[in-house]
């Protein structure tokens, strides 16, 4: 039985499964976000931003040049957050491959049995793949490129800070594009086969990671907001028509006049957004909103926000994928 103790008038028993199947069973949870940027965060590939034209809205049909927020550059810092976790509660550790616990390094060694492993999947060539549980894809932004880039210099100094010394100007100089603040990319997460602790390890990920992107050591603060939480039997929408269907709705209230976005109007009209595409997604689902989306959420932080019981939470989890790693993983390689 699992730490996290899902509400009963969300009908837990309907939605998570008990352990990981071997095969797909049809059980989504699809946590929807508003991600707000925070500082000046960069999404970059070949040295200038990510980029996509595409159109504005679902029924406002000019092409809209917009930044995309890569999947990647949204799954790398989270898988990265929930690692961090790992290793200060014992769970893993990357630095010995024969001492305990078990040895696991990013890109470097999967062990292949630990929550991140699990979840998130892994390849390791020859030796072996699992696919992700978790499915995340290109988030786009409300507002235009135009509106939410600025290019900033930058250059790196000599100890008295300045860009000369002895008659010697240092070259490393140049100018770079950064996405502002308050620039908003709406993405949804969608957990595969959920079980309790894969729908608390995700979620919590999420609300811990801070910053994305490249620089992170000086900038790329995000904060993910969560606009709502949909179980079905089957995936929903998109994260580009989920922007697009905010976008209408910010352009009919006149919201789209000023910039940067209101953060209060981006995020409730993603909530009433969410209801009115679902409709069209042809699956069965359960939309948590409200105060149902609170207690679901406050069902999880009461675990995550104290020390002891995160502990207890990350050992469940992990006694949960080694055990789908032996049932699972393992097993099939021992077939080959």
Known sequence: MSIIEIPQTIAPEAYFLDTIPKAPEGRYAHIVLVRETESYPVFQTDGTLNIANVKSGLAK???????????RKQTSPERLAGRELLRRNGITQNQDENAHPKYCDYNE????????????????????????KIYVDTAYSVNGYDESHQQFSFNALFEKGNMSQKGVVRSSFGEQDHIVPQVYFPSVITIKDVTRNSFAYVLNNLL???????????TGRIANHVAGIVFADGEI?????????????????GHLENTPLNQAAVIENAKTTIPQLLSADGVIFDHVHG?????????????????????TFLEEVDRETTEY???????DKKKK
Do not use: W
């Open 291 to 311: 105060e149902a989306l609170d207690e679901l959420m406050r069902c999880v932080t009461v675990v995550t926000t104290d020390a002891d019981k995160l502990r």
């Open 109 to 132: 060694h999967f062990c292949q049995s630990c929550p991140d492993c699990v979840y998130y999947g892994f390849a390791i060539g020859d030796s072996g793949a699992e696919k992700s």
């Open 208 to 218: 811990r990671t801070k910053r994305y992107g490249a620089q992170t050591t000086r």
């Open 61 to 71: 049909t000019e092409l809209m040049i917009r930044l995309a927020m890569f999947k």
């Open 237 to 253: 929408f998109s994260n580009l028509k989920l922007t697009q269907a905010i976008y209408d709705g910010l352009s009919d209230a």
């Open 325 to 331: 790693s032996e049932r699972v993983i393992q097993s």
